[in-house]
């Protein structure tokens, strides 16, 4: 039998589900799976494989140039949906760009989307991730009113601090770009236009706070009050919704209203603003709700948001503000106003999406041939189930809408709420300053996932998780396996994998096969239908399996007994740590890599 080495797994690709659930069979059953040969492993295994708390190596990761990417997830060609290919569209949510990110907003977000779209690539699906910062709009304004600068700075500092972070959290973005680019303004004048030509917009005389202390009319975002819906009474509720109870506000709606700058109580005064009829286009929006919440299995938190949306009654919403950072609006009546935030922030899926590639309608007018997926949190869910597909719906064009949705819950932090405005948490900018490294970071949020309930953040959690789960499970079974075949001969295997012959009738390793065969099917549909903290668990599950495997076994007693059973046993289990990259790369590909 001939030799060669062991492919990094990120080369493999699974082509097909019936290819994903037998590669355990291929990878513990069949020797010649790895090689017609004896197979040299090159890396030294020494205790460093073994995670630590605080192994730099485990956090080593190689940055290409472009955003958040990795090398080879991002050719200089750009990908364009293939024909007879699985075409997937994904995005996160966009980050505001006046603060640095939290680990809620990380798991929340760019990181959930990260790891399926790595599992994507691993399946030989054509998928492209298109995520940026949201740059538009007041809360930009109100944080260059604090540090006493212009809206582009405050966006260029940000969107560079962003950008780090999500660099430092190996987060392999296809594009990420920003919203206040030239392509952002020309696709969102082209949307209004035509909802315009189609008649869904009208306009309206509404009452808005103006401070006279700012001599200002304040946009929703400045102003603060008490929330009005029964049993929230939330006292920090923001003018367009309450982070508490998640409603969607209009200011005036507020009890007990200021103004965030100066913290005096506004007037109300009339102006004239522009509305999506959002109830004349119910029927359609219904229609799409209906049929893709089901056949894209929308997480549930999705559906009880979107469906309690719309039962208390969809109502005009202005698409319109009062600022001069944003979108113009391309009409000479409105032309002193920009479009509302939460108009133009979706379509930044679009834009950015333009910047990848010239061909962009590619993607985003080509239902036929392209799901797509889009990751946020729950506060972000109506914006992106009524909203943003009420918006493509009305301009009568081919759109490619949402299929799938998956919202996180909230990760709050020990006692209390992750607060980017008062500072409370970890944020992205601190991480490294922890030295743990990434793949750490990474594996605790995503088994702390909040998917169906809020989740806590504890420091005392986070080191508990890495000794029984990472170190204990994960690297305890991958160190005894590599050390053991890497000391010399007499003691080990002086770092050959052992061919071994009947396998199949092992009995041990066939009942090991069967398990993991089982886990492998289950860890293809977790990750189908994103659940991703189900797929991860799964992956630890196979790993305990192996650790079983070998205390069962009595591998060093064998070697010194029976060398033909030892050397299948040895050679099912580097098999298993081969497995075990390919499974767990979506979630820590740098640690696979090693």
């Not at 977000?109 to 940026?132: E, K, M, T």
């Amino acid at each position: 039998m001939a030799g060669s080495r062991i492919d990094s797994p990120t080369h493999s690709t699974w082509t097909d589900r019936q290819k994903a659930c037998q590669m355990s069979t291929l990878f513990i059953l069949h020797p010649v799976f790895f090689s017609p040969s004896k197979t040299k492993i090159y890396r030294n295994p020494q205790p460093t494989l073994a995670l630590s708390l605080r192994s730099s190596n485990m956090g080593d990761h190689e940055e290409d140039d472009r955003d958040g990417g990795e090398q080879g997830c991002c050719p200089n060609a750009p990908k364009l949906p293939i024909q007879g290919k699985r075409n997937i569209l994904i995005t996160s949510a966009l980050p505001y760009v006046n603060n640095v990110p939290h680990l809620g907003n990380i798991i929340g977000c760019v990181l959930s989307a990260d790891v399926f779209a790595r599992y994507c690539r691993l399946r030989g699906y054509n998928a492209i991730y298109i995520c940026g910062t949201d740059e538009y709009g007041t809360a930009t304004e109100t944080k260059a009113l604090e540090e006493n600068c212009t809206p582009q700075q405050i966006c260029d500092k940000y969107h560079a601090i962003h950008k780090e972070v999500y660099n430092w959290f190996n987060i392999s973005f296809d594009e990420f770009g920003r919203t206040s680019t030239p392509q952002q303004t020309d696709i969102c004048q082209a949307i209004f236009k035509k909802l315009m030509e189609d008649n869904w917009l009208s306009e309206s005389m509404i009452q808005q706070f103006y401070c006279e202390t700012c001599s200002r009319f304040l946009a929703d975002r400045l102003v603060e009050g008490t929330c009005p819906f029964p049993n929230c009474n939330n006292d920090s509720a923001r003018g367009d919704q309450c982070d508490k109870c998640c409603q969607l506000l209009n200011p005036t709606e507020l009890k007990d209203p200021r103004c965030k700058v100066c913290r005096k109580t506004p007037q109300i005064r009339d102006t004239n603003h522009l509305f999506l009829e959002l109830p004349m286009l119910k029927d359609k929006l219904e229609e799409y709700i209906n049929n893709m919440s089901v056949a894209g299995s929308w997480s549930q938190n999705a559906i009880q948001t979107t469906y309690s949306w719309l039962k208390g009654g969809l109502k005009p919403r202005c698409i319109t503000r009062d600022l001069k950072w944003g979108v113009p609006v391309p009409h000479e009546k409105f032309k002193d106003k920009v479009f509302y935030v939460w108009f133009d922030a979706p379509i930044g899926y679009v834009s950015i999406t333009s910047c990848y590639t010239l061909d962009w309608e590619k993607w985003w007018k080509n239902p036929e041939n392209v799901e797509l997926y889009q990751f946020m949190g729950k506060d972000n869910v109506p914006f992106h189930t009524v909203m943003f597909p009420s918006t493509l719906i009305g301009t009568g064009e081919n759109w490619t809408l949402m299929k799938s949705i998956s919202v996180t819950e909230y990760l709050n932090y020990e006692t209390g709420k992750f607060s980017k405005s008062r500072g409370i948490g970890v944020f992205g900018n601190d991480v490294k300053d922890t030295n743990i490294p990434p793949e750490v970071w990474r594996y605790y949020l995503l088994t702390n996932r909040p998917e169906v309930s809020d989740t806590l953040f504890t420091w005392v959690d986070l080191q508990a998780k890495l000794n029984t789960e990472l170190l204990n499970n994960l690297g305890n079974f991958i160190n005894r396996v590599l050390s053991f075949i890497a000391k010399p001969p007499g003691l080990g295997y002086g770092s050959i994998i052992p061919d071994a012959q009947g396998v199949e009738s092992h009995l041990l390793t066939k009942s090991l096969a069967e398990k993991v065969g089982d886990y492998v099917e289950q860890y293809v549909e977790a990750m189908e239908k994103v659940k991703l903290k189900q797929a991860l668990k799964i992956g630890m599950s196979i790993s305990s399996e192996g650790n079983a495997y070998l205390q069962e076994s009595q591998f060093w007693k064998l070697y010194k007994e029976n060398q033909a059973s030892c050397s299948a046993v040895m050679r099912t289990s580097v098999g298993l740590v081969y497995l075990l990259a390919c499974l767990l790369e979506p979630f820590m590909p740098s640690f696979s890599l090693k």
